[in-house]
């Protein structure tokens, strides 16, 4: 089995800020291109004052073509005006005839019978004229003017056909660099204020993060220094929550400690008194004291696990010694081996190859893999056997194996049985189930050397518990 690889931070804030980056970018660009397309197609320029209820005011995409051109082109020469027309692109040119004062087209193009028509009738009197050959067909519109060096210019736009959008053709060719600088300067602008979001909230789940395996000395007040805003006041409620766990944490920690060591004292005096009792009994209450014995060792038992249940934070627990995995579970397999053959059992160890040195803090592992051993042990049907495999991974990792073949755990309560006093419905009995501390250690242990503990039932029947740790680097 394989350690899971962690995620990198940005990774784990790549949606939420693309979420907030593309959402405050989205809305602005949708309000720049909305307001853009709004006074392009309604043509809401600098002369929207002036009448528009004349005879020969223009409508359609062929009038704004016509305003934009000469607009244009009245403010230079002819040559310039010629140069320019030259490097239009051709579904402007081919909507519009641009004749000279010799009545050719600046592009050498044949002239059509219908624009001749129309150039005819455009004079300095008559500059305005419009044209409209059938009912259901756009008019011509042909205007005259004077350049900047003095030069005629007949103007005639073509009707474009059926179906050409030619308005927003006209709104791509004169608004894209204005589109684009405006994407680019909302882009920056919603990049910075997502990664200003993000950033608050990235220092609050690390936070969170870090009290989730303990830390609890960890402080966003820092982090929101002179802010009054609602991410600092979430900071310092998240300071105040961390201070509170600490607090409770300590005095549960000191509570659970003290009452086990204040129970042994009257047990001590307890199973003294039931040793003498038993002595003078005679006989007579042999049966009742025995069960007052059973009971009582049950709960010196109880104690005692307790005041080993690993109560350390991860931050002071310190991996200070190393140890040689192979060995380790050689000689418990070695000392469980006579508990097995009294129940028939047979105990499969099957070592990896390499040296498998993992950190450890004393003899906790010892105790952690015993543990599961002897409950495999106590589990596995008779005439069976339990197996102890070691395992190297890629990540230079060790997993430790350890299945029986005994009746399994039930899928809903494979996670529960490492909650402390957590027993299933076939082990209730504390003759057959114990008092479900066992397992509940071995994870603190596991977890406190930085592995993961898990269990599985195999298909052919029997749990199986992994174990992976860290190799020693």
């Known amino acids: 089995m394989k350690l899971k690889t962690p995620v990198p931070k940005l990774l784990h804030m790549s949606r939420i800020y693309l979420k907030i980056f593309l959402a405050f970018w989205l809305v602005t660009i949708t309000m720049i291109i909305g307001s853009i397309m709004a006074l392009h197609w309604y043509d809401l320029g600098p002369d929207k004052h002036l009448p528009q209820e004349s005879e020969r005011s223009y409508t359609g995409p062929g009038s704004r073509l016509l305003r934009e051109v000469v607009s244009e082109a009245i403010n230079y020469n002819y040559h310039e005006v ?233 931050g002071e627990w310190e991996l200070n010694d190393a140890v040689e995995l192979n060995s380790l579970l050689e000689t418990i397999t070695d000392n469980c081996r006579t508990e097995a053959e009294s129940k028939r059992v047979q105990l499969n160890l099957q070592n990896c190859d390499d040296e498998a040195l993992v950190m450890t803090h004393g003899n906790t592992l010892i105790s952690a893999f015993e543990n599961i051993l002897r409950n495999a042990i106590h589990y596995t049907r008779e005439d069976t056997q339990v197996e102890v495999i070691l395992q190297t991974n890629k990540d230079d990792s060790y997993s430790v194996q350890i299945c029986d073949r005994g009746p399994g755990v039930d899928e809903e309560s494979l996670k529960d049985i490492f909650e402390p006093f957590f027993r299933t419905d076939s082990a209730r009995a504390r003759s057959s189930g114990g008092y479900g501390l066992g397992l509940a250690i071995a994870q603190r242990t596991v977890n406190l050397h930085g592995g993961k503990i898990t269990a599985h039932n195999q298909p052919q029947g029997g749990l199986c518990v992994a174990i992976e740790l860290p190799g020693a680097t």
């Open 82 to 314: 010629v140069y320019g027309v030259r490097r239009m692109p051709p579904w402007a040119t081919r909507h519009m005839f641009l004749l000279n004062r010799d009545g050719e087209d600046v592009l050498g193009r044949e002239i059509p019978p219908s624009i001749k028509q129309v150039a005819d009738v455009l004079t300095p009197l008559s500059p305005y004229y419009q044209q409209k050959h059938h009912k259901e067909e756009l008019p011509h519109i042909g205007r005259y003017f004077t350049l900047q060096d003095g030069h005629p210019i007949r103007l005639i736009i073509i009707p474009p056909p059926q179906g050409t959008n030619l308005r927003l053709q006209l709104f791509l060719n004169n608004l894209w660099k204005a589109i684009l600088v405006c994407m680019l300067i909302s882009a920056s602008a919603c990049f910075i204020l997502a990664r200003h979001i993000t950033r608050d909230i990235r220092h609050i789940q690390d936070a969170t993060r870090q009290i989730a395996k303990g830390n609890m000395d960890v402080s966003l007040s820092e982090h929101f220094h002179c802010r009054h805003d609602e991410m600092a006041e979430l900071g310092r409620d998240i300071d105040h929550m961390t201070a509170s766990l600490k607090k409770a944490m300590s005095e549960q920690k000191r509570l659970i400690k003290d009452v086990s060591h204040e129970l042994r004292s009257p047990l001590a005096r307890l199973q003294l008194a039931l040793a003498i009792a038993q002595q003078r009994s005679n006989g007579d209450i042999d049966d009742e004291l025995n069960r007052i014995k059973e009971a009582g060792e049950y709960l010196n038992d109880v104690i005692s696990d307790i005041l080993s249940l690993p109560m350390t934070d991860q």
